[in-house]
C-alpha cells in the first residue's frame, strides 16, 4: 500500500507542476498561484499545500526543474561530437543546444533569465542545478587546457574578477588557469547575452536575421579561445 500511495503522490506532484508551469507560460511566474493550480487541478486549495507548502516552494520546483532541463540540453550537445579533442566544435555544438533549448522552451528560459519574481530568493537548493549547464563549458576548458592547448588571447583581469574565479575554481574543483576562465566566462556571457536579446524580441528591427547574432557571437568568442582553428566554421545545420 504504501508504494501505491507513493506512486499517487508522485503523480499529484507531477500534475502540479505541469500545470503551474502551464501557468507561468500564460501569465508569467510573478502571477503562480497555489490557489489557480488547486482550481484547474479541481482540489480545494487547502489540499495542494499538502504538496507543497507555498508558492515560492512550488516556483522553486519549477526552476529546478527548468534549470536540470536546460542542463540536459547541453550535456546532450556537448556528447554528440564523438571527436572529444576537438574543442571548437564542442563549442558550437554547446551553444547552439543551449540557444535551441531556450527557443523550444521559452517560458523556461524567461523563468530562469527573465526578469526576477518580486519577493522570491532563490534558496541554496537551485544552486546545483543552476551552474549545471555553465560546468559543461568549464569542464570543456578544463579539457582543452590540460591537453595542453591554450587560448593565446591575453584578457587583463580586473582584481575583484580575479578573486570571483579563484573562489569558483575552489568551489567546483576546477583546474583552469584564471587567463583562460576569463576568457570562457566572457564567452559565456556574451552568448547568453545574445540568445537573451533575441529571445526577448531586443534585436526587432535591428537584426531580424534568427540567429545571426547569435551565430556571430559564437564565431566571435571560439576564436578567443581557440584562435587559429575552425571555430568559425558554421555548423551544417541552423534553426
Known amino acids: 500500500m504504501a508504494g501505491v500511495r507513493e506512486r499517487a503522490r508522485a503523480g499529484v506532484i507531477a500534475e502540479i507542476v505541469r500545470l503551474a508551469r502551464l501557468q507561468v507560460a500564460e501569465s508569467g511566474a510573478a502571477a503562480l498561484s497555489l490557489r489557480a493550480v488547486a482550481r484547474d487541478l479541481g482540489m480545494v486549495s487547502s489540499a495542494v499545500y499538502r504538496y507543497f507548502a507555498s508558492r515560492d516552494e512550488l516556483l522553486t520546483q519549477l526552476i529546478i526543474d527548468s534549470y536540470d532541463r536546460l542542463g540536459e540540453a547541453a550535456e546532450a550537445a556537448d556528447a554528440s561530437v564523438k571527436r572529444r579533442s576537438d574543442y571548437p566544435a564542442r563549442w558550437r555544438a554547446i551553444t547552439h543546444g543551449i540557444r535551441q533549448w531556450a527557443i523550444d522552451n521559452p517560458s523556461e528560459y524567461a523563468l ?28 570543456l576548458l578544463a579539457e582543452m587546457e590540460a ?14 574578477l580575479r578573486s570571483d574565479l579563484t573562489a569558483l575554481r575552489s568551489n567546483l574543483g576546477i583546474p583552469v588557469s584564471d587567463a583562460l576562465l576569463a576568457v570562457g566566462m566572457v564567452a559565456w556571457a556574451n552568448v547568453m547575452g545574445a540568445i537573451s536579446l533575441e529571445l ?24 578567443r579561445m581557440f584562435p587559429g582553428t575552425t571555430a568559425s566554421r558554421r555548423p551544417s545545420k541552423r534553426t
Open 112 to 139: 530562469l533569465f527573465g526578469t526576477p519574481v518580486p519577493g522570491y530568493a532563490a534558496p541554496q537548493d537551485t544552486i546545483g542545478p543552476a551552474g549545471r549547464y555553465t560546468w559543461v563549458l568549464l569542464r
Open 147 to 160: 591537453s595542453g592547448r591554450t587560448s593565446a588571447v591575453a584578457t587583463p583581469i580586473p582584481v575583484a
Open 200 to 223: 526577448f524580441g531586443h534585436l526587432h528591427r535591428v537584426v531580424d536575421t534568427p540567429g545571426a547574432l547569435f551565430e556571430a557571437v559564437v564565431r566571435e568568442q571560439g576564436e
